[in-house]
């Protein structure tokens, strides 16, 4: 499969998505959205495919962010004109990682800005090189975090850190990240691709539909006002898991001291 802004590789059950502008520091254009979109949908529907590891290319950035240099970037030339366009092509490339029912693994490899901030908080094990900073510096530039972003990283960081992050636009180191619990590691950068393809390999090897059903209970359950309405919920989920055949044979390989063989079903 061949993308004009992406590299798209698949390595037995686990995919890679690169973002592969490394001359412009993979800053995001149209055509990378439309691209993410696409190469999403075609993962989702292939039952091959379990986990997916997302980065960028080269050693300087994950994602820089909008193009700035393009004078059309954060333009509008009427309300009506943008509003035509929000639904179909705004919320879509968020939700398309944010959506995607299999774990996706984020390694930032270098700068994580604006919108290439934002794509990292719609993925599910964040983890960061040690020359990673992460940033939203739209308020500086006179707009915000669109779809959502605020409420995202307020999510991750919590109401305190996301207002500062959010309001100043500065950017934060790997450490920092950290600390706040934006990431879950932070390693030297040779170290940063081994160490997400080490989280794949071992999620790809446990029970596909647990894993699916165990980030949709997270997922969700943060969108539900009531922790007994999630609770309840879960007991739904818990029910047909307990019906599958991969958790017949994880109970059954514990008993008999081996190693499971899920077929996801």
């Not at 050693?59 to 366009?85: I, W």
């Not at 040690?130 to 960081?157: H, M, S, T």
């Not at 055949?245 to 109970?251: K, P």
């Amino acid at each position: 499969m061949s993308y004009e802004t992406l590299l798209y590789t698949k390595d037995g059950n686990i995919a890679t998505v690169t973002f592969n502008r490394p001359e412009k520091r993979n800053a995001w254009t149209t055509q990378m959205s439309e691209d993410v979109v696409d190469v999403f949908k075609m993962m989702e529907d292939d039952p091959e495919v379990l986990v997916t590891v997302m980065t960028g290319a080269g050693t300087q950035a994950f994602s820089a962010g909008a193009d700035l240099g393009n004078p059309k970037t954060h333009r509008v030339n009427s309300p009506g004109e943008h509003l035509s366009t929000v639904s179909p092509r705004g919320f879509a490339v968020f939700n398309a990682v944010a959506d995607y029912p299999k774990p996706v693994v984020v390694a930032i490899n270098g700068f994580a800005v604006g919108i290439g901030c934002l794509i990292t908080l719609c993925g599910d094990i964040l983890l960061a090189s040690d020359n990673a900073e992460l940033g939203l510096p739209q308020v500086p530039l006179g707009i915000i975090p669109a779809y959502g972003g605020a409420v995202r990283l307020a999510r991750y960081v919590g109401r305190g850190k996301a207002m500062e992050m959010i309001l100043l636009g500065e950017r934060i180191t790997a450490a920092e990240a950290y600390r706040v619990g934006l990431v879950n590691k932070v390693v030297p950068q040779p170290e940063l691709m081994p160490l997400a393809y080490n989280y794949a390999k071992r999620l790809a090897a446990l029970p596909p539909l647990a894993v699916k059903l165990a980030k949709e209970s997270l997922n969700k359950g943060l969108d539900i006002a009531s922790l007994k309405e999630a609770a309840h919920t879960d007991i739904y989920r818990f029910m047909l898991l307990g019906q599958t055949e991969d958790s017949h044979e994880a109970h059954k390989a514990w008993r008999e001291k081996r190693k499971p063989v899920f077929k996801g079903r």
